[in-house]
């Protein structure tokens, strides 16, 4: 079975990641993309999350490893919810598995761009303590 286009996206976008290639994974991304950097602060459009991406890369001392574990992919029309096993490990970090949730939405070409880039998942949510 073919993979879908989203799926073939995010392998891509976890490829930049790995390499650093900024530009490739900046393609990824709509022009008011939101990524979510950790729970709290968020980078909202492609300058402040390239930025995010290289603060990350150096806080990971540039050996941050990412990979999904399982993914589902929920499509209406242009607009896609996806929820992933995301592996993330690092020099100064064990291997750690988050749910991720991400949202992607088709361009006016046919592509897939994500547009939410959360990879805490439900980790973001504030108690009302």
């Not at 993979?3 to 891509?12: A, D």
């Not at 919810?81 to 749910?99: F, G, H, Q, W």
Request: glycine share 6%.
């Amino acid at each position: 079975m073919d993979k879908h286009p989203i799926e073939r996206q995010i392998e891509n976008a976890d490829k930049a990641i790995i390499a650093e290639d900024f530009d490739t994974l900046l393609d990824i991304y709509t022009e008011e993309a939101i990524l979510v950097v950790e729970p709290g602060r968020n980078a909202k459009g492609k300058e402040l999350i390239r930025k995010a991406f290289e603060a990350i890369a150096v806080y990971f001392k540039n050996g941050l490893q990412v990979k999904q574990n399982g993914m589902e992919i929920l499509e209406s029309g242009d607009t896609a919810l996806v929820l992933a096993n995301t592996v993330i490990s690092a020099p100064n970090m064990p291997v750690t598995e988050r749910k991720a949730t991400y949202v992607f939405n088709k361009s006016a070409n046919g592509t897939w761009l994500c547009s939410i880039d959360n990879s805490y998942g439900h980790e973001i949510i504030r108690k009302n303590d």
